[in-house]
């Protein structure tokens, strides 16, 4: 593990990164993951259509915590990652995205003054949290970015009426019978944490106390489900299959190798051997973590993120040179992949080759410009600017850099540096103009 002390820390493990961000005393983390987001964004497609939302319209974030949780700000969704491991059948998370996306549809979102109505994407969390901006991965495979501390909810950000999650739950099972999906999983989830409730106020998941819980509203919910035309659908198997190897990979990482190699016998199935790779690249066996992996390849030779997590474990391993291949085979079976080009690129730079500067670079641009808000891919990218001496574009990735890990006066200096050197309404200037321009912003929000 590697650790940088400040407002942001980074601790790199196979093919997830770890980012805490220090906001008012408090750590929250975001977690980003190219086949989680994936696997998410495709099972909420067909509800978010149904709401009528189109496609992009709601961006979609994981937090590291063992809690069952999800929650919206304006058009942003947040899971728990405790909250995707617990939900074992697919329609109980299919539950939970239409009932948050029946916040959304309704305007339930939270309002918390100027910072949370004009934040927007990966900024809106952390400009809510009070710090400039969340470092948005690590700019490898299947990047991810955890902290832990308080949940969002338990500071009192977001608070439903009873009306509004009746309206959310009548919302949700339109939404859910329009994709042809079973609402009895909503119901499942809710009677599971009516439960915990019920044990013990203690053991109760902040999912409680953002979305209130109360007989009535589950008995409504109950007598819509048990009427429902959608009620006895099973969904796709691709749906079943994606949903279930990405609990296997957040068990993985989330949980201890030893319980991980201890709980999940090597029996041959695909699931078992993600969970198994991840576990002997952390725990750390190298060569089992290869062999596993490999294992995983022959089942599925063109599968973009297990030849990504092969590249992952030779970088980490530090073998860079030998990742660079798997990687390259990722970018080309998955090219939209921001965080697998990002891993390309950061492996190109480790072999410290000059003739693998220009495919780096090209690899980060493409990078940034499918995903702005991947702080460490602009700061590799100023890196391969540099070394290919085009000094204007490394101080303007640099800039962004800074200014999405929060140091407004570096990114400061580095866009000021842009502007005098770029010709007065270029490109490169009118972006240093909008990197200053938004400083200033932060620092009004901040008052």
Known sequence: MRIRSGITAFVLCCSLAMTSAQAQGQRIQTVRDAEIERTLKRMSAPIFTAAGLSDGAVKLFLIQDKTLNAFVIGRNMAFHTGL???????????????????????????????????ASGAAVLSTILGVAAIAAGAGQAGAAIFAGGQTIAQRGFLKYTRGQESSADQAAVTYLEAARVDPTGMLETLERLKARELVTLSGRDPYVFSHPLSQER???????????????????????????RMRA????????????????????????????????????????????????????????????????ILFEGGFAREAIGPLR?????????????????????????????????????????????????????????GRLGNQQAASLAAAEHQIMTGRGKVAARHAKKVQSTAPTGSPAWIRASDILAEIERRKEISR
Do not use: C, M
């Open 218 to 244: 589950i008995n409504s919910l109950s007598n819509r489900v048990s009427n429902s035309p959608a009620r006895g659908r099973s969904v796709d198997a691709s749906t079943a299959y994606w949903h279930q």
């Open 329 to 385: 085979r990722a970018v080309a079976l998955a090219p939209g992949e921001a965080l697998i080009l990002s891993a390309l690129g950061k492996a190109l730079l480790a072999t410290n080759e000059p003739s693998a500067n220009i495919e780096a670079r090209n690899a980060l641009n493409e990078a940034t410009r499918r995903d702005r808000f991947d702080s460490t891919a602009w700061r590799l990218l100023a890196q391969a600017e």
């Open 249 to 312: 990979k957040l068990k993985g990482f989330l949980q201890t190798p030893s319980r991980i190699l201890r709980n999940i016998p090597d029996d041959g199935s695909e699931n078992a051997l993600l969970a198994r790779a991840v576990a002997y690249h952390r725990a750390p066996d190298p060569q089992a973590a290869l062999r596993t992996v490999d294992r995983l390849i022959a089942l599925r030779p063109n599968d973009a993120y297990y030849l990504e997590l092969k590249g992952q």
């Open 84 to 118: 995707l491991i617990a939900l074992e059948d697919p329609e109980e998370l299919l539950g939970v995205i239409a009932h948050e996306t029946g916040h959304i549809a309704g305007g339930h979102g939270v309002r918390t003054g100027a910072a949370a109505e004009t």
